[in-house]
């Protein structure tokens, strides 16, 4: 069983930056593929981010375009979206993702487990 822990949202100004946090419990979370969605209301859910246990990363190109950087520390148990440049379309809640049994991929059912979101409100 993994717990995942989202903090650091809020409301912001376009142009603003945030940083996420996800506290992730699990003695071999090293090993796992861990990953930031994000879900808008009215809309489906999809792929932000992702870090592989070796570091490696993907992003959604469609709309992250160098504003937004996953990160991990796996001394601490943690993972981090550093997001920067935001825009009033990237409010969303945005849900912390552990692959326990596989790599960093955009999809969602690959994922098994989700945190209980935090909420980033970005005004014009």
């Known amino acids: 069983q993994v717990h995942l822990v989202e903090s650091g949202g809020g409301v912001v100004q376009a142009g603003d930056s945030l940083r996420l946090s996800c506290a992730a419990s699990g003695r071999t979370f090293g090993s796992y593929a861990m990953a930031w969605f994000r879900q808008a209301p009215g809309k489906e859910r999809e792929f932000v981010a992702a870090?592989?246990?070796?570091?490696?990363?993907?992003y959604n190109v469609e709309f992250v375009k160098g504003r937004f950087t996953i990160s991990r520390d796996n001394d601490k148990n943690m993972v981090y979206l550093q997001m920067n440049s935001l825009k009033p379309e990237d409010t969303a809640v945005y849900y912390c993702?552990?692959?326990?049994?596989?790599?960093?991929?955009?999809?969602?059912?690959?994922?098994?487990?989700y945190g209980q979101g935090t909420q980033v409100t970005v005004s014009s």
């Open positions: 993702a552990a692959n326990t049994r596989g790599s960093a991929t955009w999809d969602g059912g690959d994922y098994d487990y």
């Open positions: 870090v592989g246990w070796t570091g490696g990363t993907r």
